[in-house]
């Protein structure tokens, strides 16, 4: 790859952090230097000499600004390939001088439609130049040097310092690599905004773009590489939040804590989810969020050591201190207090993690799982059901508390792994069957964990689909259910209702499941 050194720089940036350091350096190298606008008046107020784009064109600005670099001097001068003759004459003869080093960000288009711009201002602020020299310069990488983030400054004026003024290929290329990310990212956000305002979940073409937070140590397995990207979702979670101590978050970590956080978002009073392995062990609701973790962690205290502790109030110091009284890996919620900070503090290995809200989980939105070959995309289940939903099938119509644990119940089956049985008694999780191939197998499963803590008599009890046979039912009353909340729809459905009459049971429909995979 040819290398020489950087003589003329166009500088055109929206984000001006450390331009002047930059524009200072590359002027104290003697590189001569092209901008526009704002950024030539950033530079021009730091002492530096600026030729502006028009008068090295010889054309002015036009169209409200639409029109600055558009035109053959510039891309011309970034686009001629230095070691060949063809390209050298035809510079020459139309008179057009290279350009070495392109500094260009784009117009803030995520940002505006972020703070809810009107469609007018989200179209004017589309970059149509910005992109258009970002990808001649990163073409032409054998030649040009392409910054599209501040970030990459200091490893330029180092290369430059180290090398005479010149760039090195293999930094070349890889700012040329981060350039076309970035355009293609920056189009995907375009894309995706348009096709939303065509209310159109499912395009023909599908981009999807994220933004690198940090690689991680490992995936699930420490033979499998994995790293941790954000979208676009601005909603307070796992992704976003800030860790406040303890040792560095695993791609396990990542996902239990965001199945914990999201399940404890379904609730408006003070609420605990305990989680291990994406499956709660114990969920409750409290008058005060040290009452919910005490009754989150008596249903299966044995699961709950190395679990994942989600409040949706802020940690105070009583619950932090009763959550240390075990070994848990992550403790997330919207924020805590300065003493419940300190207590955690003396347990360096525990992370804390504050989101600053609580994510709304009837919020629209997408989940994406990738297959061989391509990738599946659906909306979020924020499917919900109310009293008012409810169907009430048997003899026995359920009581108000066994309404309220059996919606409770059912919330906390959308969270959990299929087939999913949840006991629940007074706002408490007593029993829990995940991820098991068999419906009478999860409510089995639930109640004998649950025999040696709280037990599942008496209590509600919840199925994240409808039994096909009256066997699981009849599993679930034997473990002392008294009401049953499922989404109803098989065609044994009668067979089903007769068993709960025959127990005297109450039994409610939801018309909704809520399958977990």
């Known amino acids: 790859m040819a290398e020489g050194k950087i003589a003329r720089a166009l500088i055109s940036v929206s984000d001006k952090t450390g331009l002047e350091e930059f524009g200072a350096f590359l002027s104290g190298k003697s590189v ?38 558009l035109h053959p001097k510039i891309h011309g001068g970034i686009l001629g390939r230095r070691n060949l003759d063809t390209h050298r004459v035809a510079m020459e003869a139309h008179g057009i001088a290279p350009i070495d080093l392109v500094v260009v960000n784009l117009y803030p288009f995520e940002q505006t439609v972020a703070r809810g711009g009107s469609f007018e201002e989200c179209v004017e602020n589309i970059d149509i130049g910005g992109p258009a020299l970002i990808r001649a310069a990163a073409k032409n990488h054998e030649f040009v040097t392409i ?49 939303a305002q065509a209310k ?86 409290g008058k005060t969020p040290l009452e919910a973790y005490q009754r989150a962690q008596s249903c299966d205290p044995v699961s709950a050591y190395g679990g994942i502790v ?5 940690l ?76 009430f099938v048997t003899k026995r119509r359920p009581d108000d508390q066994e309404i309220a644990d059996m919606l409770f119940a059912f919330r906390v089956c959308k969270h959990t792994k299929s087939n999913a049985i949840i006991y629940v008694r007074d706002g408490s999780t007593v029993g829990i069957g995940a991820g098991q191939m068999s419906r009478v197998d999860s409510s089995r499963v639930a109640a004998q964990k649950s025999a040696d803590h709280l037990g599942t008599n008496p209590s509600v009890v919840a199925s994240d689909a409808f039994f096909p046979f009256a066997d699981g039912l009849v599993a679930a009353i034997e473990a002392g259910a008294t009401a049953v909340i499922q989404p109803g729809g098989s065609v044994r459905d009668d067979e089903v209702i007769a068993a709960a009459d025959a127990a005297g049971i109450a039994m409610a429909f939801t018309g909704m499941r809520h399958f977990r995979h």
């Open 32 to 69: 001569r230097l092209l901008s526009t606008g704002g950024s030539a008046k950033a530079l021009r107020d730091a002492g530096l000499a600026v030729t502006d784009v028009a008068d090295h064109t010889d054309f002015p600005e036009m169209l409200d600004g639409r029109v600055k670099t």
């Open 147 to 195: 910054i599209t983030d501040p970030a990459d400054y200091a490893a330029v004026m180092a290369d430059m310092k180290a090398r005479d003024g010149k760039v090195s290929p293999e930094l070349r290329r890889k700012l040329a690599a981060v350039a076309f990310a970035r355009t293609a990212a920056y189009d995907t956000h375009i894309a995706a905004w348009f096709e």
């Open 200 to 285: 159109n979940p499912f395009p023909a073409r599908l981009s999807v773009t994220g933004q690198l937070k940090q690689t991680l140590r490992y995936g699930e397995n420490p033979h499998q590489q994995a790293a941790l990207y954000l979208d676009g979702d601005t909603r307070p979670g796992i992704a976003r939040a800030e860790q406040i101590q303890g040792k560095e978050l695993s791609y396990n970590n990542l996902n239990d804590t965001d199945a914990a956080f999201e399940l404890v978002a379904e609730f408006d009073e003070p609420a605990v989810a305990i989680i291990k392995h994406a499956n709660p062990c114990g969920v409750a609701i």
């Open 310 to 314: 989600a409040l949706n109030r802020p």
């Open 316 to 391: 105070d110091a009583e619950t932090a201190r009763a959550i240390t009284e075990i070994f848990v890996e992550v403790v997330i919620a919207p924020d805590a207090s300065a003493e419940a900070r300190a207590i955690f503090a003396k347990k360096k290995n525990l992370r804390l993690l504050l989101t600053g809200g609580m994510p709304d989980p009837a919020a629209e939105g997408m989940t994406m799982r990738t297959i061989a070959g391509g990738f599946l995309l659906q909306n979020r289940d924020s499917g919900r059901i109310e009293p008012k939903d409810l169907q």
